[in-house]
């Protein structure tokens, strides 16, 4: 899992505590929601990085990132994106007599998965799988009548897989802007907050 912690620095601390200092909680409450707001975008900048990247859609690649808020007591909030391989079936899949063709790089073409095929599981599950026998992998056609053949020859199955969401934001085209709009999104947010609470006064 790939995770990184949004926080302001002291001098920043320092500087908002002592101009609230007169109003009770007042530089608490700026700093953790001027945090919380900036993880949302900060998660958005994650999500838009990530997609140029891999053709999985938003939903899927939003789903994969966690933020933990920050809070009065906890001025700090952490964004992390889950490190597990994504299913072959959260990008383009297409089903063909060999196997599947699957594209996951934008940059790249489709590529042939051999002898895999696309189907549901009982639990809803859609993936792309691949029969395999104690020797070599088996399917070629994926159209052959399955359900008849001997067990040895159906099972077991495998899930195919594509890369994990979170090495892909490790990767210096993703993470880097990322990162560099981290602080300015952390000074707009301050600035917002502050002008927010002194307006309820």
């Known amino acids: 899992m790939s995770s990184f912690t949004v926080q302001f620095d002291q001098v920043q601390l320092d500087a908002v505590k002592a101009m609230l200092n007169i109003f009770p909680d007042m530089a608490e409450r700026v700093l953790y929601k001027s945090i919380n707001k900036t993880l949302t975008e900060v998660k958005s900048d994650i999500s838009e990085g990530v997609r140029r990247?891999?053709?999985?859609?938003?939903?899927?690649?939003?789903?994969k990132i966690r933020l933990s808020n920050a809070s009065l007591k906890k001025l700090s909030g952490l964004v992390s994106l889950a490190g597990a391989p994504l299913p072959i079936s959260k990008f383009p899949a297409i089903q063909e007599p060999w196997g599947v063709l699957a594209r996951i790089y934008k940059a790249q073409p489709y590529r042939r998965i051999t002898s895999s095929f696309l189907a549901t599981m009982k639990s809803g599950h859609v993936g792309a799988f691949r029969r395999e026998t104690l020797i070599q992998p088996a399917g070629v056609p994926v159209n052959r009548p399955w359900k008849r053949m001997?067990?040895?020859?159906r099972l077991p199955i495998e899930e195919m897989y594509g890369p994990s969401l979170g090495t892909i934001l490790?990767?210096?085209?993703?993470?880097e802007p990322v990162l560099s709009k981290l602080g300015d999104h952390l000074d707009a947010n301050?600035?917002?907050?502050?002008?927010?609470?002194?307006?309820?006064?």
């Open 150 to 153: 001997p067990k040895a020859f």
């Open 53 to 63: 990247v891999v053709t999985a859609d938003q939903e899927t690649v939003d789903g």
């Open 170 to 175: 490790q990767s210096p085209p993703v993470m």
């Open 190 to 201: 301050l600035e917002d907050q502050t002008q927010r609470e002194l307006a309820r006064l």
